[in-house]
């Protein structure tokens, strides 16, 4: 496994071993030992999650204000432009974004820790999303940032990929600006 820090040092992309050959192809998804071991983190996970949405679809950016979620993200069937924001008031980096393609063919998973919002649109024509979290999901506890606040500034790579305007649920629909949470 090989771990790339990002712009944001708690953020890591994550690249595992790909074995494969003309039948397809092989890789050890998870394995709690080696994490921990090339990560140098020690986590407990206590829920996996799948999502599919069509091209265009956009989620998040999401957090919980208690339970804080820590994230293990991948795709296993299209493409995304993933994001991480750091909202930890104390942090030299809050308001700061990081975000990378995760794909079925480049096999990458994105490490998102606790205290960052996280959000993803779909590039492909569609994408099957698969995380595991180290805290329950608690909707009485989740928040949404606006995926456009200004301040934070992502710069989504919709018009790169013939999205005009993202589809958003009725909850990502009234996210907030940063400054307002």
């Known amino acids: 496994m090989n771990v ?4 944001i040092p708690e ?4 690249e595992p071993r790909v074995f494969g050959d003309a039948r397809g192809f092989f890789y050890e998804s998870f394995n709690q030992k080696a994490f921990n071991e090339a990560t ?6 206590v829920q996996d999650n799948h999502s599919r949405s069509v091209k265009g679809v956009m989620r998040g950016l999401h957090y919980q204000v208690q339970q804080p979620q820590g994230k293990l993200v ?11 924001v750091d909202i930890r008031k104390a942090s030299p980096t809050f308001g700061k974004w990081v975000g990378v393609e995760l794909s079925e063919d480049n096999h990458r998973q994105m490490w998102v820790p ?3 919002a ?3 649109v779909v590039v492909s024509e569609s994408a099957d999303f698969l995380y595991k979290t180290t805290d329950y999901y608690a909707p009485e506890h989740e928040r949404c940032i606006a995926w456009n606040d200004p301040a934070i500034d992502v710069q989504w790579p919709l ?4 999205i005009a305007q993202p589809v ?3 909850k990502d629909l009234q996210g907030k600006n940063l400054s307002e949470v």
């Open 74 to 84: 991948r795709v296993v069937r299209g493409a995304v432009f993933d994001v991480a």
């Open 159 to 162: 018009a790169q990929h013939g």
């Open 11 to 14: 953020v890591l992309i994550i």
């Open 118 to 120: 996280h959000g993803f």
């Open 168 to 170: 958003l649920s009725a």
């Open 114 to 116: 606790p205290g960052f």
């Open 4 to 7: 790339i820090p990002t712009a």
């Open 40 to 45: 140098g983190l020690n986590l407990n996970f």
